[in-house]
């Protein structure tokens, strides 16, 4: 089976920089995706990581190591519309995604 | 280009109405997949087509979910009867033909999503 595990919420403030952890194990991994929800909104592409190591793309990065089935997102200089869920989501066999929770980020002023 | 876009945006039916949700893909993807957020729970696959065939259905809960694709252009996912528990979000995504390709990175589109509520 498959199974993504994140935590639930966190808090930050406006500015700061946030990490969020994502653990996984799967089958037929090919791949790590981190998309970002606004509430009612659809989730939208934020990084992809299949090799080991960090992706950087402005104030996100993601960092991957598929030895320990592990990932998080970086996001840096926080801003108030960061405040969404981040979802995390591995990548199986015939390119179906197995998502974890998702991670409510609250920034405060 | 235009999204993937779905319709109804929510639907609210009593238990043991039908209910149809339509997604309208990208055009050109050949890729349609079905995922759905039940309540407090995470978005869960129900299935994948690729043109008008079903290419993996693994996910759909029971047979009261049947989902079409009919030409290999819109999708529609019925629920028949309808039960309190199919109550959830339900999410339709759409990519182009599936390539390794870091710079597409699948080319996954996902729509906003018909929220269904099951009274």
């Known amino acids: 089976g498959q199974n993504i595990d994140q935590p639930t919420e966190m808090t930050a403030t406006e500015g700061a920089i946030v990490q969020i952890n994502c653990t996984y194990q799967?089958?037929?991994?090919?791949?790590l995706f981190w998309y970002q929800q606004h509430a009612g909104e659809a989730p939208t592409f934020l990084s992809y990581?299949?090799?080991?190591g960090l992706e950087e793309k402005g104030r996100f990065s993601s960092f991957l190591s598929r030895s320990k089935g592990y990932s998080y997102l970086l996001l840096k200089e926080l801003q108030m519309k960061d405040s969404a869920s981040y979802l995390c989501?591995?990548?199986?066999?015939?390119?179906?995604?197995?998502f974890g929770a998702g991670t409510t980020v609250t920034v405060r002023a | 280009e235009a999204g993937v876009t779905q319709f109804p945006s929510h639907s609210v039916i009593e238990k043991g109405q039908t209910v149809t949700l339509r997604c309208d893909p990208i055009?050109?993807?050949?890729?349609l997949y079905w995922y759905r957020r039940v309540m407090g729970k995470e978005i869960k696959f129900l299935l994948h087509?690729?043109?008008?065939?079903?290419?993996?259905e693994s996910g759909m809960p029971n047979n009261r979910f049947l989902a079409e694709r009919t030409g290999g252009t819109y999708s529609t996912l019925k629920v028949q009867p309808a039960e309190l528990e199919d109550s959830g979000v339900y999410f339709c995504?759409?990519?182009?033909?599936?390539?390794?390709?870091?710079?597409?990175?699948?080319?996954?589109?996902f729509g906003s999503g018909t929220r269904l509520t099951v009274v």
């Open positions: 995504a759409s990519s182009q033909r599936l390539t390794v390709d870091r710079a597409s990175s699948y080319g996954y589109t």
């Open positions: 799967t089958s037929g991994f090919n791949g």
């Open positions: 990581n299949v090799l080991d």
């Open positions: 989501a591995a990548a199986v066999n015939d390119y179906k995604l197995s």
């Open positions: 055009s050109g993807h050949d890729n």
């Open positions: 087509f690729v043109k008008e065939s079903k290419q993996d």
